[in-house]
C-alpha cells in the first residue's frame, strides 16, 4: 500500500510571497505545477494589517477578515478592488493596500478544493435550527472554520483533538478563549463522513442569512490536524514533526495547543 494518495502536493497547496504594486496584478504560483486555488489567504508580512481569506464558493472581490468579526466586503471592481480572479496558476489582485500595497511585502496561503486532499468549501443559508449540512471530502472533517458572512459574528473552530468531546466544545478563530462546552454551535454531535451538524447559534446559523464553512481532513503524507501540552519551557514541548514550511496555524487552548500542518513538496 502506498505511504500517500498525494504524490505531489504542489497540486493542491502551495505559498505564494509577493511584493505589492500598487495596481491589479496577477500573481502566479512559485511551484513547479500548476494550481487554480480555490481558497487564497492573504496577510501582510511587515505590518499589522487583518488576515484576508478569498474563495472561489463566494466568489471574487469578496473577503472575509480571519482574525475579526466583521461581515463579509464586498471590495467591488474600481482601482482598490481586492481578489478579482483565481487563475489557472495563481490569483489576480486589484489595488486594494491591503492585499497589494505598492513595495509591501505580502504572504498568500493557496488550496486546492479537493476531497483527494481533503479539503472542501461549504457556503449554506442559516435557518436558526439544529440541522446537519452535507460536504463531499467523503471522510469526517477533523478540522471545521465556520462564519457568519452577513453579520458581525465570531469564526467558530471544531477540531477533533480539541477535547474528548469535540462536538460538545468549540474555540474561536478571531479570540483567545479557552475551549468552551455550548450545544448551540454543534449541537453536540459528531461530523461524519458526508454532513456536520450545526446548532441554532446566530454565529453559524442566522436565519435566511449566507454562511461559509472550511472543512479538513488529513491526508497521509501531505496534512496532519492534532495537539500538543505545553510544558512553560524554553526547551519544550517538543514536537517530532516531518519537515514542514509552509504553514503552521497554532489555535490556543488553555494549556494545550492546537496544531494544523500542511506538508511541503516532497520533504515527507
Not at 481578489?83 to 496561503?109: K, P
Not at 454531535?189 to 454532513?195: N, R
Not at 446548532?199 to 491526508?219: K, L, M, Q, R
Request: glycine share 10%.
Amino acid at each position: 500500500m502506498a505511504y500517500t494518495t498525494i504524490d505531489n502536493p504542489e497540486l493542491y497547496f502551495q505559498v505564494k510571497t509577493y511584493t505589492g504594486t500598487g495596481s491589479s496584478n496577477a500573481f502566479t504560483l512559485d511551484g513547479d505545477e500548476d494550481m487554480q486555488p480555490n481558497l487564497v489567504w492573504i496577510k501582510h508580512r511587515a505590518e499589522a494589517h487583518n488576515h484576508y481569506l478569498y474563495d472561489s464558493v463566494r466568489g471574487v472581490q469578496l473577503k472575509l477578515s480571519s482574525n475579526t468579526t466583521a461581515a463579509e466586503i464586498d471590495m467591488g471592481s474600481g482601482a482598490d478592488a481586492g481578489l478579482t480572479a483565481f487563475g489557472s496558476d495563481g490569483f489576480t489582485i486589484g489595488g486594494d493596500t491591503d492585499e497589494n500595497a505598492s513595495g509591501e511585502s505580502f504572504v498568500a496561503w493557496c488550496w486546492k478544493e479537493s476531497a483527494d486532499a481533503g479539503m472542501d468549501i461549504v457556503g449554506y443559508t442559516g435557518n436558526g435550527s439544529n440541522r446537519t449540512i452535507s460536504h463531499s471530502l467523503s471522510a469526517v472533517p477533523n478540522w471545521m472554520i465556520l462564519k457568519n458572512r452577513d453579520a458581525s459574528k465570531s469564526w467558530v473552530v471544531y477540531h477533533s483533538a480539541n477535547t474528548s468531546a469535540p462536538e460538545t466544545e468549540y474555540l474561536l478563530l478571531d479570540g483567545s478563549g479557552a475551549t468552551t462546552d455550548f450545544a448551540g454551535y454543534f449541537n453536540d454531535t459528531a461530523p461524519t463522513s458526508t454532513v456536520f451538524s450545526i446548532g441554532a447559534s446566530g454565529n453559524i446559523n442566522t436565519d435566511d442569512e449566507d454562511h461559509v464553512a472550511y472543512c479538513f481532513v488529513p491526508i497521509q503524507g501531505y496534512s496532519k490536524f492534532g495537539k500538543f501540552l505545553g510544558s512553560g519551557s524554553a526547551n519544550g514541548a517538543y514536537v517530532h514533526l516531518i519537515i514542514m514550511n509552509y504553514m503552521q496555524t497554532l489555535i490556543m487552548q488553555s494549556k494545550q495547543m492546537i496544531e494544523l500542518i500542511f506538508f511541503p513538496m516532497d520533504l515527507r
